[in-house]
């Protein structure tokens, strides 16, 4: 098993895709188009306050009928997003992702972000491995169930 931390894959990140909370959702779906991300941080003062991602503008925009020009980031992102420390291992975020059901977590030290990971960013060995080792915990678990 690969352990890199969090830290070493953000690292690689060219820019923070990060807007401030007043942001428009057609603006921040533009923004996510252009630099081809499926979510963005939503950051104010330097510090993380929220996450939008392409499910809530599916499920929170576009499903309630609400207008993408006059909605803001802050009436539609999840706030205070569970966030993982950079110094935590990669696969730590990647559990965390399956067992929350996410595609994307924040990588923040003392509320300030750093980068995003997602399950993308998993190498395929690493993700075999990850997959390896769900499955080695559903079988102990139906064993012991």
Known sequence: MSYRTLRQVVEHQK????????????????????TRVGALLVVEHGHLVGIFTERDALNRVLAEGLDPDTTL???????????VHPDQY??????LMYENGFRHVPVAENGRPLGM????????????EFEATL???????????
């Open 90 to 95: 990669f696969v730590s975020a990647l559990h």
């Open 135 to 145: 499955r080695q915990r559903e079988h102990l678990r139906a064993i012991m169930a």
């Open 73 to 83: 980031l802050n009436e539609v992102m999840t706030l205070n997003p569970i966030t």
């Open 117 to 128: 990971v997602s399950a993308r960013d998993a190498l395929e060995l690493e993700a075999a």
């Open 15 to 34: 820019t923070l895709t990060a807007a401030p909370p007043k942001t428009a959702v057609r603006e921040a779906a533009r923004l996510m188009k252009t």
